[in-house]
């Protein structure tokens, strides 16, 4: 009874985008303690961003293509799409009130961030038949959804201290976190690959399962290529690089195990949890 009461309410936590929201927030906290940045309120920002962004997404999913709601995970977004749109509304207005904790470059950044997200699921682009979604348009789907994470947990962060981008190691940590996500995105896209559109070309469609397989484990070993040498440069200590290739290898065993059968907790509640794996194991070993 005990794991079935845990089962239902991670599935809960999941489903609700809490878990993701979660993992955005640790990857940002990550982020800032590798930099130095003390005190801020980065974390919470973008960790309430990223609910608010994923349920409102969602919501206009729910609302654009109907097929969402027949089954598993759709089904519980569309029967609790009321509690979704009071959580989405709960996490605008207290963003209203961390946002006068950011610099005006930061908040800059965090314009431009919103605005991909936002164009991502709404459809704000017309051609001859229809109009279209970020996420619509061929080949950059996984790319968008990278370059998003790697400006709310890294980029961000850098501005907030000191602006200063384009140090090797600065420019490594965001290169890391592009490679992580991008990786981490390939199941999904497996899972995805027979719902998406012919002409987004993700990599499953593109190269079938097995081929999106070794592109996500690709990533990986760029990831860890660069987490090396940041190691190498002093910016890790050994018992940060052992927590970082953790959830690597931990990673690579989630995509090379990925099939579109999987059930939809393999990818929302396990795939995704290596953000929140890899920021707690950073933290015990730090």
């Given at each position: 009874m005990r794991f079935l009461w845990i089962k239902k309410h991670w599935r809960n936590t999941v489903y609700s985008n809490v878990w993701i929201a979660l993992g955005a927030g640790l990857a940002t906290w990550q982020?800032?303690?590798i930099i130095g940045l003390s005190d801020s309120y980065l974390p919470w920002f973008v960790g309430i961003s990223t609910l608010f962004t994923y349920n409102f997404q969602r919501l206009v999913k729910l609302n654009d293509r109907p097929e969402y709601i027949t089954a598993g995970r759709n089904n519980w977004l569309f029967r609790n799409r009321?509690?979704?749109?009071?959580?989405t509304a709960l996490c605008a207005l207290i963003l209203l009130g961390l946002v006068w904790t950011l610099s005006?470059?930061?908040f800059l950044w965090l314009a431009i961030g919103g605005t991909l997200s936002l164009a991502y699921v709404v459809r704000l682009f017309s051609d001859s038949k229809s109009k279209k979604a970020l996420r619509d348009l061929p080949f950059i789907k996984i790319y968008l959804i990278g370059l998003v994470w790697a400006m709310a947990t890294v980029i961000l962060p850098i501005i907030e201290q000191d602006n200063e981008l384009w140090q090797v190691d600065r420019l490594f940590l965001i290169i890391e976190r592009f490679a992580f996500i991008i990786a981490i995105t390939v199941p999904f896209e497996i899972r995805d690959m027979n719902l998406d559109r012919p002409n987004m070309k993700t990599p499953a469609q593109l190269f079938g399962i097995n081929g999106a397989k070794l592109y996500g484990l690709f990533w990986i070993v760029v990831a860890g290529t660069v987490i090396t040498?940041?190691?190498s440069d002093g910016?890790?200590?050994?018992y940060q690089l052992i927590a970082l290739w953790f959830s690597l290898i931990?990673?690579?065993v989630l995509i090379a195990a990925s099939n579109p059968e999987r059930d939809e907790m393999y990818f929302t509640g396990w795939v995704d949890g290596t953000i929140i794996i890899q920021a707690v194991a950073f933290y015990l070993l730090s």
């Open positions: 982020t800032t303690a009321v509690t979704l749109r009071v959580i005006p470059l930061t040498l940041n190691f910016v890790y200590t050994s931990l990673s690579a």
